[in-house]
């Protein structure tokens, strides 16, 4: 089944250390984002790419960064300069146009302790 | 620069009864417009879209939504409400490639 994955669905990490969330789709998307969850904020924009090897920052890329090195896979890493690096991460991916519907992974929820 | 306003954070709402979820959008052009609904603890999924031509929108599960230019709104509405509609929902506008979502709204319905 076509589809985007996420791994893991939870996560904890140690205060100041760098964590790798994961996303995978066999949808043959062009485009991939990653937005940050928190409970009265909406989704916020972190990255998108449209092309292997470009990526473009969102509305709150600080202290994150992201590589797209396969069409197919879209790797976020939460580094320690992210000051409240806890949330729930979400991954989706849509054909290249501003009218195309995006899918959605299942989400990451981080917790740093 | 485009943005999202969702008016409401929460809404109640009794069982069959209708509702409206409000949504504002800005933008110095034109723009395409989407709806989606996420369940507790999962991915969003979408509603309905807004890309051109007549104003009123169908989607799934019973939901249709309004685009208005002149106030710049694009509201959700559904005529009768089911225990299975609770969840939040979030309006988008995309540009380009750029896809934005509002703040939701938690939709909660009483029995």
């Known amino acids: 089944d076509g589809g985007i994955t996420q791994s893991p669905k939870y996560l904890f990490r140690k205060e100041g250390q760098n964590v790798t969330l994961s996303c995978e789709q066999n949808l043959n998307h062009d485009a991939m984002y990653w937005y940050r969850q928190d409970p009265g904020q909406g989704l916020r924009l972190i990255y998108y790419s449209q092309i292997v090897n470009d990526f473009q920052k969102g509305d709150i890329a600080e202290g994150y960064s992201v590589s797209r090195e396969k069409k197919e896979s879209f790797p976020l890493t939460v580094t320690s300069a992210q000051k409240n690096p806890t949330a729930f991460y979400l991954c989706a991916s849509r054909l290249l146009g501003p009218n195309t519907e995006a899918f959605f992974g299942q989400g990451t929820r981080l917790t740093v302790v | ?111």
């Open chain 2, 1 to 111: 620069a485009q943005s999202v306003t969702q008016l409401d954070s929460q809404v109640p709402v009794f069982e069959e009864a209708p509702v409206e979820l409000r949504c504002n959008y800005s933008s110095s052009v034109s723009v395409y417009l989407f709806w989606y609904v996420q369940y507790p603890n999962q991915g969003l999924q979408l509603l309905l879209k807004y890309l051109s031509g007549s104003t009123l929108v169908k989607g799934i599960n019973g939901f249709e939504a309004e685009f208005n230019k002149s106030q710049t709104s694009f509201h959700l509405r559904k005529p009768s409400v089911h225990i299975s509609d609770t969840a939040e929902y979030f309006c988008a506008v995309s540009r380009y490639e750029k896809l934005t979502f509002g703040t939701g709204t938690r939709l909660t319905i009483i029995p």
